[in-house]
């Protein structure tokens, strides 16, 4: 389990293929299970935020806090996030109006609003704006897991919870993977390099895509941190689980 993050509240984002050799490695551990979702988290309130951060954290997705809509700007112009978590009123701005911008520049990232403002008549302009779930303050932390998985599960193009490859198996709510029956024990990065790859069965997934898969910002990105994940999950589901495309990336399943 990743036990903690650097928040960086201020941050001054630059474009990834920049930042990738700046970055600073996380202080985690790789101890537990966990999920493959990287979300950008936009809420100004310190409490709430901790508390919400370190609960997703926790169930092994990445994370970025960000406080105020310029930085939730400069983080979306460089990276590709799983999901968007807003909150709807931020020191420098309303969140409908960035999720409109958003939207009307094609950007189809899924996003959760995360608000007080519980009238209906604020929950029907949030959802029309393309928000796809409205989560009203205060809420259970388990809820949000629910909502946030049956979110990314309809944008993986497979709404179906549980994935077969084979005779592999992988359950995406209870985050297990076996092969032949088999279960296998997987540490939180081994799971989201999996996951990453048997969402997309067949499609070759880049180094670069699993990299940010498993990391946020301000965490270094060693040189062969991918082939050691891929080479632990071959070691507990099979030499031929993982099929490397040389020079392209990784692949699960047949082409």
């Not at 997703?56 to 460089?78: K, N, P």
Request: proline share 4%; with cysteine.
């Amino acid at each position: 389990m990743i036990s903690t993050l650097r928040l960086f509240p201020d941050v001054n984002l630059k474009p990834m293929a920049c930042n990738r050799q700046a970055r600073v490695r996380l202080a985690a551990q790789d101890d537990g299970p966990g999920g493959t979702m990287r979300v950008l988290f936009i809420e100004d309130d310190t409490n709430l935020g901790e508390a919400v951060r370190d609960h997703i954290v926790g169930e092994g997705h990445a994370v970025d806090w960000v406080r105020r809509l310029g930085d939730a700007e400069a983080a979306v112009a460089s990276v590709s996030f799983d999901l968007l978590l807003l909150d709807l009123g931020l020191p420098d701005g309303r969140g409908l109006d960035f999720l409109k911008h958003l939207r009307e520049a094609g950007n189809s990232v899924p996003v959760v609003i995360v608000t007080a403002m519980d009238q209906i008549s604020w929950r029907i302009e949030g959802l029309n704006a393309g928000a796809d779930d409205y989560l009203v303050k205060p809420f259970d932390l388990s809820e949000l897991s629910a909502r946030l998985a049956a979110v990314a599960r309809r944008y993986s193009g497979n709404p179906n919870p549980l994935i077969a490859i084979g005779d592999l198996s992988i359950d995406l709510v209870h985050r297990l993977a076996a092969r032949s029956g088999v279960a296998a024990d997987l540490t939180g990065r081994e799971w989201a390099v999996l996951e990453r790859l048997v969402r997309r069965p067949g499609a070759i997934v880049s180094k670069a895509e699993l990299e940010d898969t498993i990391y946020a910002f301000g965490a270094e990105i060693e040189s062969n941190a991918v082939e050691v994940y891929v080479s632990r999950l071959r070691r507990k589901l099979g030499a031929d689980a993982i099929t490397t495309v040389r020079g392209v990336g990784y692949r699960v399943g047949d082409k």
